[in-house]
């Protein structure tokens, strides 16, 4: 994957998390509960995608001056939305069998961290000009997981698929997964990570996210 379109991956992944942070939605655990709450997460991400882009464009001048203020207000909302501790079990894939929650907890901030540290600032790209569109929402697991289709449409270009891929955790709708043109970011990373993950355990993986000797994306 070239590197303008992992940021692209990147750049999306942080704007729908931000963009469903602040309204969760609360639904009761029973799949038929879920499912009747089937339009929510549509509505989060429609809704919510705009007002992150009005955000940014208002404080797109502090935010440059002061990257540390952008990635902070990132970070806040990724901790609400994103379920980092499911995701990172699906990106360490088999090398997360049997691992404790301590070291794929640990993993999973480090690879969030990672991430936000070398694309966050992508997100100061994003404008007015990009809208997302809701295609369609389809319920996964008997309700208790959801896939919510959109595209961004901006001007003078060709309209961007992106899925988000959600699920039930303590009441709460949480994504753990996003597809940028079908690309997975769960996948990507899964593939990246590989290779390290085979020659080495995942503590020593979260030490090297750590130290700056791997990054997300390389």
Do not use: C
């Amino acid at each position: 994957m070239n590197t303008p379109f992992r940021t692209l991956l990147a750049a999306a992944v942080a704007t729908a998390l931000l963009a469903a942070a602040p309204a969760l939605a609360t639904a009761a655990p029973a799949p038929q509960a879920a499912t009747a709450q089937a339009g929510n997460p549509s509505q989060l991400v429609k809704d919510n995608f705009s007002r992150i882009l009005t955000t940014l464009q208002q404080r797109r001048a502090e935010f440059t001056a002061d990257r540390g203020k952008l990635r902070a207000f990132i970070s806040a909302e990724f901790n609400q939305m994103f379920d980092r501790d499911y995701s990172a079990r699906l990106v360490l894939g088999r090398h997360g069998r049997g691992a404790s929650d301590a070291d794929v907890a640990a993993f999973a901030d480090a690879l969030a961290d990672s991430l936000m540290s070398r694309y966050g600032d992508s997100l100061l790209g994003f404008n007015s000009d990009f809208t997302v569109r809701i295609k369609g929402e389809s319920p996964l697991r008997d309700g208790r997981m959801v896939r919510v289709a959109t595209e961004l449409e901006r001007t003078g270009g060709e309209p961007i698929p992106v899925d988000y891929l959600m699920r039930q955790d303590g009441g709460q709708w949480k994504v753990f997964d996003v597809m940028v043109e079908g690309v997975s970011f769960v996948q990507t990373y899964r593939n990246q990570f590989d290779g390290p993950l085979n020659r080495g355990s995942i503590a020593q993986v979260t030490a090297d996210l750590r130290a700056g000797r791997l990054q997300a994306g390389n």
